[in-house]
């Protein structure tokens, strides 16, 4: 459907961002009434969950909502985001704001540009308010860094919020933000998501151009992302994203179309390949498996087809291909990691990856390109039987706040930092498209989420899919009570 005005609520941060822009641009609402309720809202709840960051001024910020206003009034229309309030992913540069990182190396750094999907979003007529936290330089699953602290789960502030794009997730699950963009290396849209019953998307790798970049051709384990409280939110803002860039060389040409070209996939006989644990190979904290297979015998009475399967590879060399390529990855520490003060001020975990990389060859490198091309054919046979491949987002549910990551699953030794989230790292090497949906509650009312793995290049098939899911399903209904103290 278009997007057409609805009655506006006496809160307008509980409109979705869809309804929010058919509102404005109806001129139902103003755009410093918008400002205004959000402010309200930000200022309310934002001392417990620290989601954002590095706002400026309410009064220049009202401001900049009046001149949104003016521009509607003589007829300039700027996009759907006309007027309304977003707040950027701290690793991810926006002009005039500091690009932190969540490292006290960064406390003094001003974007002099926007990231091109950045100013993607800016075109579409966003208001910039500030920035979403992270974890230091986006390293881990656990959104917290000494500059600003850890990001609150929106289920419960004693708990984390998954990450890296926890803030982006918290500010969307508290209507702190009607929309959110996030980026994704390993799950950092599918955790967040997962623990704050909202949804992440991770493109097919290149349909979002990465700009500017020092290496556009080897270096394509992460991409940026929509983040939305539904689907039709989502979609729309990953229109505002996706689309070619010729200064990266390795964009799709493709292009996601408006929402009104969508259509809801029907469910009838549409298969779903259930990879779980792979056959017990993850560990995972119990409930987790339970509230998944629930929810796909929801989707069963819907007439969806679902099917254990399992890839054929050795997840156990997915995994080491992931930590070469992980490690490789973070070459860029070294100008920290060469100074001695500026290494002091480190994540351990940063230094450790970077560390893993100082013995690296040329052939471990190649061997691992090798290893995830072959991990892409295995996952792409599977798609030719299934339409979709679904695992669990996270193999543990929320734990607290204080905990730097779970050092163990059910019994099991996470070896690393990172072990306890080996669960992404399929979607991710496979450079295929990920849906990151809200699967449901386990007895404690914490949230969890599921994968949906869709097929390269069809990211439009696998959103029809979640249009569908979104129908079939309630999550989303179960919003959060906010607390106003710890």
Known sequence: ?????????????????????AAIRSRTASC????QAYLTRIHRYNGVYNAIISMLDDDELMQRAAEADRDL??????GWMHGMPHAVKDLANAQGFP???????????VAEADDLFVSRIRSAGAI???????????????????????VRNAYDPRLTSGGSSGGAAVGLAA???????????MGSLRNPAAFNNVIGFRPSQGLIPDHPTSDIFYQQLATAGPMGRNVEDTIRLLHSLAGPDPRFALSRTSEIPDYEAFQPRGLQGFKIGWLGSYDGYLAMEPGVLGVCEENLKQLEGQGVVVEPCRPQYDMARLWQTWRTLRHWSSRWVKEYYDDPAKRRLLKPEVIWEYEGGLDMTAARVYDAGVARSE??????TLLDEYDVLALPSAQVFPFPADVHWPKSINGREMDTYHRWMEVVIGGTLSGLPVAGLPA????????????????MGKDVELLEFTMAYEAATDHLDRRPRLRESL
Not at 32 to 35: A, C, I, L, R
């Open 1 to 21: 459907m278009p997007l057409e005005a609805q009655p506006t609520p006496s809160n307008l941060t509980e409109l979705s961002a869809s309804s929010l822009s």
């Open 32 to 35: 410093s009434e918008v400002m």
């Open 73 to 78: 009034e003589q007829g300039r229309y700027h």
């Open 99 to 109: 690009t932190v990182e969540g490292s006290p190396l960064q406390t003094d750094s």
């Open 128 to 150: 910039f308010i500030g920035k979403t936290n992270t974890p230091e330089f986006g390293y881990g699953s656990q959104s917290y860094n000494p500059v600003f602290g850890a």
């Open 175 to 185: 209507n702190m933000l009607p929309s959110a963009d996030g980026s994704d290396m």
């Open 375 to 380: 991990w892409y054919e295995a996952l792409r």
């Open 440 to 455: 449901g509650f386990n007895d404690r009312g914490l949230p969890i989420g599921m994968q949906f793995i869709g097929r």
